[in-house]
């Protein structure tokens, strides 16, 4: 389904250039995830923790810029292939089920593992978030980070 998915959006020829590259790599991550198993999430012995964090700015372009980051206690690398971060309209629907509740489409959240910030076509308004998200051992999306609500 995703290679159809992948077809369908680079042929439309209303979308531009950038828009059906953007499109193809989402199309393409979508594959390549939907592929891969479980990611293990760490565990940790003794007084070993994890911190998430996620933020986000008004750039200067008018769109939510988010950034992030990950640490353990214990030094270990902690982003995992599905953790994911994004914008949503307000703080209880980034809690309560992620995956259907973020905003804009393709281009309102990314692969954590992509790197450490990210600049979405969402257009920050009163009220919204960005949120940092796992994917269990048993398969769930979880909420693990939740920034201050815009504007902050």
Known sequence: MSTQVM?????????????????????????????????????????????????????????????????????????QQNDWVGMFPNYDQALHNPKSNYLGGLHGWTWASDGSSFTTDVAPQAGMVAAYIIKNATGDYVTVAISAPFPS
């Not at 964090?53 to 353990?72: C, K, L, P």
Request: glycine share 6%; aromatic share 10%.
């Open 7 to 79: 077809d369908k959006v680079t042929s439309k020829s209303s979308l531009s250039a950038d828009q059906q590259a953007r499109a193809a790599a989402f199309a393409q991550k979508e594959l390549q995830h939907a592929s891969d198993a479980l990611p293990t999430i760490p565990s940790y012995s003794g007084s070993g923790t994890v911190t998430y964090n996620v933020s986000f700015v008004e750039n200067s372009d008018g769109f939510a810029q988010i950034s992030w980051g990950v640490s353990a206690s214990l030094g270990m690398f902690c982003i």
